[in-house]
């Protein structure tokens, strides 16, 4: 038997972020939580307690690294960095 797992669902290993304390957003309101699409972090699952890392803020956004992999949002979204 092969230990494999297939995603079938759109949304299934998606991962809601809080940050604390929330950056300010694009469109002035701080940034308390965000989405990020499974499919952006890889094949290796992160454990429950992974936390937003890094977060700097400017240019109207801010970055942060979820994952070992780097992020940006801002006023086109959130998108990898």
């Known amino acids: 038997m092969r230990d494999e797992h297939l995603t079938t669902r759109l949304g299934l290993h998606d991962r809601l972020v809080t940050f604390d304390p929330a950056p ?7 940034v308390s939580t ?10 290796q ?3 429950d307690t992974a936390q937003p890392e890094g977060v ?18 801002d006023r086109l979204g959130l998108r990898p960095a």
């Not at 965000?34 to 094949?43: E, H, M, Q, V, Y």
């Not at 700097?56 to 949002?73: A, S």
């Open 34 to 43: 965000l989405t990020i699409p499974g499919r952006w972090l890889g094949k």
């Open 45 to 47: 699952p992160l454990p």
């Open 24 to 30: 300010p957003g694009p469109f002035g309101q701080n």
């Open 56 to 73: 700097r803020e400017g240019d109207g956004g801010f970055d942060f690294t979820f994952g070992g992999r780097p992020f940006r949002y």
